[in-house]
Structure formats: structure tokens, C-alpha cells
């Protein structure tokens, strides 16, 4: 079974503060995708790699960074966190290029003070 | 950018019933996925589409391209089926994220 893990499933950090997500796959996937879930917009993609040291944007990816320097992990860094980032953070990864099924992580529950 | 939209939005019925959820979206699309959130987050995917009908157990999806549309169907529901269903797409050939509907939360009561 593919397992992708997401460091914390909550988490509570003051405004301002660096906050890293953490989240490993261990399928070898080459694909792997960071998520926010909110009540009415449903989930929104931050940002996406497609390989090692390989980053894309996606549609919200304003205050966020990511980071993939092994092929298993890719961070999300919010470098300075506010209070409209708190929200449910979901990893996701896939492998190939053609539209494969993406396994989701847990969540990490996030609560910007 | 592809927009999805997801209908009903919230949906209650009594066990047994056929439960029909549809997603519809305004570019054409690579792949369609329907994905099942439980309380407490977890996503399991359940199916992904590109054409035709596919059916796993009691869950039917189809998907209609020439009309931008999908249906997930659930025969014989159960409570257990009780959970948001949501409706993603892949609009281009690469490795870019799913393009996600608001979902829809099926409650069945006993």
C-alpha cells in the first residue's frame, strides 16, 4: 500500500512565526503535491514538484514555499505564517505524467494565533 | 482555469436509497477523479476516469466528455457511505494538480 505521511496532524504557531509541514511518500513517486482545504473553497493547490529540486507553482502559492531535496520528502515552509493560513494542509503524491491517481496524506490541521 | 462545480451540495437520505452526485466542468480535461473524505480528513480515491463507466462494488462512476460531465452513483447506501465525495480534474497532459469541486456531504441514516 502507498503511505504518504504528514509530520503533525495538528499544529498551533503565532503570526510570524516559520512553519514547516513535513511529508514523505514511500512509493517512489515522482510527483508530489501540497494541498489547503477550506469550509467553502474546497481544496486548493499551493504548489507541486515533479522531481527532485524541481518546484512549480500552483494556484495559491502566495506566502508558501516548498522545498524537495530527496525524492521521498517535500516541504511546505510558510516563511512568515498569518492567520489566514490557518487551514487544513493535505500532501498528496503520483506517480507518471497522465492523470495517475493521487494518495493522499492524513492532514495537518494548522491554527495560525 | 478549470472551473468544477459539484452538485447537491449537501445530501441526506435513508439507507438503501441510490445516491447520484454530479460534477460538471468547463474545460476539457485529461482525467477526471472522484475522491471520498471521511470526519477527520483522510482522502481515498476511489476512482479517475478519462472515458465510459467504471464501477467498483456498490460505486458506479461515469462520465459523459462531450458534455463535461460525471456522475458517482451509490447503490444500496449504506451509513458508512456517509462522507464528502468530491469531484477532481486534471485539465492538462502533465504533472500539475487536480483542479478540486467544493464536494458534497452524503449523510445516510439508518
Known amino acids: 500500500d502507498v503511505k504518504v505521511t504528514q509530520s503533525s496532524r495538528y499544529l498551533v504557531k503565532r503570526t510570524g512565526e516559520k512553519v514547516f509541514l513535513e511529508c514523505v511518500q514511500d512509493?517512489?513517486?515522482?510527483?508530489m503535491f501540497w494541498y489547503r482545504q477550506d469550509p467553502g473553497l474546497g481544496l486548493r493547490l499551493i504548489y507541486f514538484?515533479?522531481?527532485?529540486?524541481?518546484?512549480e507553482k500552483g494556484d495559491i502559492p502566495e506566502g508558501y514555499s516548498v522545498s524537495r531535496e530527496k525524492k521521498e520528502r517535500f516541504s511546505l515552509i510558510l516563511e512568515s505564517a498569518s492567520t489566514n493560513q490557518t487551514s487544513m494542509y493535505l500532501c498528496?503524491?503520483?506517480?507518471?505524467?497522465?492523470?495517475?491517481?493521487?494518495?493522499f496524506g492524513p492532514g495537518t490541521r494548522l491554527l495560525v494565533l | 482555469k478549470n472551473e468544477v462545480e459539484q452538485s447537491p451540495q449537501n445530501l441526506t437520505a435513508q439507507e438503501g436509497e441510490f445516491i447520484t452526485i454530479n460534477c460538471s466542468y468547463s474545460?476539457?480535461?485529461?482525467?477526471l477523479h472522484w475522491l471520498q473524505q471521511h470526519p477527520g480528513g483522510g482522502i481515498v480515491s476511489l476512482f479517475m476516469l478519462s472515458s465510459g463507466k467504471k464501477k467498483h462494488g456498490r460505486l458506479i462512476a461515469t462520465i459523459n466528455i462531450q458534455e463535461k460531465h460525471s456522475s458517482l452513483h451509490i447503490t444500496a447506501s449504506h451509513p458508512r457511505d456517509s462522507a464528502v465525495y468530491i469531484c477532481?480534474?486534471?485539465?492538462?497532459?502533465?504533472?500539475?494538480?487536480?483542479?478540486f469541486g467544493k464536494g458534497t456531504h452524503l449523510i445516510i441514516q439508518p
Open positions: 498528496a503524491s503520483s506517480n507518471g505524467l497522465g492523470g495517475e491517481t493521487q494518495y
Open positions: 514538484s515533479y522531481d527532485v529540486k524541481m518546484k
Open positions: 477532481a480534474v486534471r485539465s492538462g497532459g502533465g504533472a500539475d494538480g487536480l483542479t
Open positions: 474545460v476539457g480535461i485529461s482525467a
Open positions: 512509493m517512489d513517486h515522482e510527483n
